[in-house]
T-cell receptor
Framework: DAEITQSPRHKITETGRQVTLACHQT?????MFWYRQDLGHGLRLIHY???????NKGEVSDGYSVSRSNTEDLPLTLESAASSQTSVYFC?????????????FGNGTRLTVT | QKEVEQDPGPLSVPEGAIVSLNCTYS??????FMWYRQYSRKGPELLMY????GNKEDGRFTAQVDKSSKYISLFIRDSQPSDSATYLC?????????????FGTGTRLLVSP
């Protein structure tokens, strides 16, 4: 079965370190998204990509970057981790840009910045 | 004020009860409305998807949209302990893709046996 896998599931890092969260999907979807989920804020879009070499900023992109070198992967990099980036991060993918194509989510990475 | 408001709960009900989960929104441009279910330590999964106003039924679940009141609801009939989860509403203007998808904060539902 097709799936979307995030790694690691848990990560503890120190302020100022660079951190990369992995996202790999076997749906062969063109569209991939990174969200963060925080209490009281719901899911907020960080970055998204509609295909190889395409990346776009979302609502809360400051301090984050992504790259898309193939269809399957969209790694999320925190350039210099800050305590405000402690959160649960979800990767998602979808087949089309039209609104009626469902988003498929991974099971998240819980990141703690100390 | 947030674009989408959702009571965080928790909402506790006995097994077999009818559950009503709701969201209000302020952006009249929203046309597509979704409900996601999220179990603890898991990613959200799509439950229901509706376009514009009206009702949509899928088994024990009914999604209702009232655009005139900017109010959407998810009804769960004959609730089961396995329905215990957080329910997220989400909505987007038409034809703009998921980059404009706005999520509610989620309502935690607890169904006791």
């Amino acid at each position: 079965d097709a799936e979307i896998t995030q790694s690691p599931r848990h990560k503890i890092t120190e302020t100022g370190r660079q951190v990369t969260l992995a996202c790999h999907q076997t749906w062969n979807h063109n569209n991939m998204f990174w969200y963060r989920q925080d209490l009281g804020h719901g899911l907020r879009l960080i970055h998204y990509s509609y295909g190889v070499q395409d990346t776009n900023k979302g609502e809360v992109s400051d301090g984050y970057s992504v790259s898309r070198s193939n269809t399957e992967d969209l790694p999320l990099t925190l350039e210099s981790a800050a305590s405000s980036q402690t959160s649960v991060y979800f990767c998602a993918s979808s087949a089309q840009t039209e609104d009626n194509s469902p988003l498929h989510f991974g099971n998240g990475t819980r990141l703690t910045v100390t | 004020q947030k674009e989408v408001e959702q009571d965080p709960g928790p909402l506790s009900v006995p097994e077999g009860a009818i559950v009503s989960l709701n969201c209000t929104y302020s952006n009249s441009a929203f046309q597509y409305f979704m409900w996601y279910r999220q179990y603890s330590r898991k990613g959200p999964e799509l439950l229901m998807y509706t376009y514009s106003s009206g009702n949509k039924e899928d088994g024990r679940f009914t999604a209702q949209v009232d655009k005139s009141s900017k109010y959407i609801s998810l009804f769960i009939r004959d609730s089961q302990p396995s329905d215990s989860a957080t329910y997220l509403c989400a909505m987007t203007p038409m034809n703009t893709g998921f980059q404009k998808l706005v999520f509610g904060t989620g309502t935690r539902l607890l169904v006791s046996p």
